[in-house]
């Protein structure tokens, strides 16, 4: 076959394929009609929480919102996260009928965005509201085109009951105290700590903690601007196999766990002392009766605070082409207000976007929220040289470097490349 021929196929294929997925984007985004026979306004809502995963009070602020304004009818979907998020609505988009209100993370932020899919939100009255570290996630182009919903930890579980037994009478502050801490629970016949990377995220997540502390705090603009490199992250990258060599992990095992499952029921078994995770498993650990404290990665020195590491998660934007628009930043509105997102807060265990927020307090949190007022935090750069695929992209090389297959010194010059494709 000529290759003139090929290429007409293969257009003529893709022509096919674009047609069939705009065709089933419109087909699933069910009835475009704005009113119900009684009048009312139809508001679709997409999210990937809200639903049995992760309800989150989604579904009691859904319903506060449609007791609050009884001419709106609204219809929230829950899609499954990531990808399979991505894959939905991103034809919706194109052919110009996804949901009214979109719940978004920075990078999809950036992508649709750019696209011009997302409304522009900067005249709304909680946009000069959003704390200035929080600002720069939830902007695209100097236009705000999301509100965001919180600010949201990832960090060091402790069980507490299991460290009194075993003589630790205080969460871990420093490496020191760390290393310390994970001696005598290993001696006294338990698991030291659960630390499962079959996909790459804990890893990932474990070396982004480290450096919060390790890593001078003006590094991700200095990265940015060519003044600095991954080698400034040897120190945190050493601590992730010292646990290996002292023998609190192995790292080859660790890499056949999953750590949305395994490594939560390591930990809620009750016979682990640690756990690295995100602040939203909280509800779940005290469901299974583990008294925990949630904290920073104790990757300092003796007498430094360390710093927490956070990340903008989850937005609500609006779709540029809603026939409802008034409707749809009436529900972002309505989000915004203190007394509703405290209820998403809460069962996320995150921290407010807005200055004059309030963010939720509990046993667990309190040294969690404390370090973050006194401004002992880093934030992940996902919206400049952590774009895109970097985190994945770090956690595979990480798992590299667990094998043997690459040297430290090798990875750190890997992740040099690696970012400033996205930077």
Request: charged content about 25%.
């Amino acid at each position: 076959m000529k290759k003139s021929q090929q290429r007409m196929i293969r257009s003529a294929s893709a022509f096919t394929a674009l047609v069939t997925a705009l065709a089933l984007a419109g087909c699933s985004s069910g009835d475009s009609s704005t009113t119900t026979d009684d009048g009312r306004t139809v508001l679709t809502v997409y999210g990937w929480k809200g639903g049995e995963g992760e309800p989150a009070n989604v579904a009691e602020i859904n319903a506060a919102f449609e007791k609050a304004n009884p001419d709106i009818k609204l219809e929230f979907e829950a899609i499954p996260a990531n990808e399979a998020y991505s894959q939905r609505v991103q034809p919706e988009l194109l052919a110009g009928n996804a949901a009214d209100v979109i719940m978004l993370d920075s990078n999809l932020l950036a992508t649709w965005g750019k696209s011009g899919y997302l409304a522009d939100l900067s005249s709304a009255s909680w946009a000069d509201d959003i704390t200035p570290e929080v600002e720069s996630f939830a902007t695209y182009d100097d236009a705000v085109l999301a509100m965001p919903m919180e600010a949201i930890g990832v960090g060091l579980y402790s069980n507490t009951e299991l460290l009194s037994e075993v003589g630790v009478t205080e969460v871990p502050k420093d490496w020191e105290s760390f290393l310390d801490a994970l001696a005598k629970v290993k001696a006294a016949g338990h698991d030291p700590i659960t630390l499962p990377d079959k996909a790459g995220w804990t890893g990932a997540m474990a070396l982004l903690n480290a450096a919060a502390t390790t890593v001078d705090k003006g590094w991700d603009e200095e990265f940015s601007e060519g003044d600095a490199s991954f080698s400034d992250w040897k120190p945190a990258v050493e601590q992730l196999l010292d646990l290996q060599e002292r023998g609190f992990i192995d790292w080859k095992t660790e890499l056949g766990e999953d750590e949305w499952s395994q490594g939560a029921d390591d930990f809620t078994a009750g016979d682990t002392g640690f756990w690295l995770q995100g602040a939203w498993n909280l509800g779940g650990v005290a469901e299974a009766g583990i008294k925990s404290q949630f904290t920073a990665w104790p990757g300092g020195e003796p007498g430094v605070d360390p710093n927490e590491l956070l990340f903008v998660g989850t937005m609500w934007g609006v779709n540029e082409a809603s026939p409802v628009k008034d409707a749809a930043e009436k529900y972002v509105d309505f989000w915004s207000q203190p007394e509703n997102l405290d209820l998403f807060l809460q069962a996320e265990n995150a921290i407010s976007p807005f200055e004059s927020g309030t963010s939720p307090k509990n046993d667990a949190t309190g040294e969690f929220l404390a370090s973050y007022e006194a401004g002992n935090y880093r934030f992940m750069q996902t919206n400049t040289w952590m774009a895109g695929d970097v985190q994945t992209q770090m956690g595979s090389r990480l798992q590299a470097l667990f094998l043997g297959e690459i040297t430290t010194d090798e990875f750190l010059d890997e992740m040099d490349g690696i970012a400033k494709k996205a930077d």
